[in-house]
């Protein structure tokens, strides 16, 4: 038989085809990952039982638990270019279903905000859930914020539509841009409310976004994205004491003194 399909020339393509095959199977399994464009403060994944800080370059898999402190920050981005952030005091689990693409994000606690990519014409949905609400998507920019451990979950849309439905007490409700949806928990949901000041708080808080992920890249400096701050010339205490400013010597160089005040004259001098 071997003989048979060498003679052929059947051998050749049947090896190229394994070897694709098996060149897919890692690219497949880096596909539902996500990786850390940036990393700032603390942030960490929850694995072997632990924490393991985040930098930026590397993955997280799905089922993973990612979690942010007070100075924390994240960015990632999937294989179909949509990114999601991570803000401050939060805590998400990455592709909590396994076996679905569709099932992007579910946030415990805290405020993330995503960015689905799509062709044009093409659809991309994507799923992100909170302890109170389904959040499903089809090209789109969006916050999700929960409040605190009831699940109270706040829904901003910035671009696009975004359907909401209440994990227990049923019902659904579609959201436009600029407008805003709180889903409480045992609560049917309310009729969309368009908050008209909406607008106004949306380019407030997207220029506060901006601001922090520029001054957190600045703040990594040469040493890269949560890299240790280069020196300023200001050492640490030296702001308010009577107004002295630091004149770039060292820490434990001190000041010199002040010039002493000469003695008044001699009487009849």
Known sequence: MIWRMTRSGMVRPLLVVI????????????????????????????????????????????????????????????????TFEVFPNSQVTFRANRGSLKDLLDVWIGRVKVYIQHLPGVENPNNVSSPTAVISVRGTVFEVSVEDLDGTTLVSVDEGLVSVRNKVAGG?????????????????????????????????RAIEDAARVALQRQAGGGGGVGGTPTATGTAPGDKGKGGTTNTGAPADVPNPAPPSTPPPPPPGG
């Open 172 to 204: 659904e409700v579609y959201v436009h841009p600029t407008e805003q949806l709180r889903v409480w928990k045992n609560q049917p949901l309310a009729r969309k409310i368009l908050d008209k000041g909406s607008v106004a708080k949306g380019v407030i």
């Open 19 to 82: 070897a694709v095959v098996l060149s897919l199977a890692p690219l497949q399994a880096q596909d539902t990952a996500a990786k850390a464009l940036v990393i700032t403060g603390d942030v960490s994944v929850l694995r072997d039982g632990g924490p393991w800080a985040l930098f930026a370059g590397n993955s997280v898999r799905p089922q993973q638990i990612v979690k942010t402190g007070p100075d924390g920050y994240a960015r990632f981005q999937v294989a179909d270019g949509s």
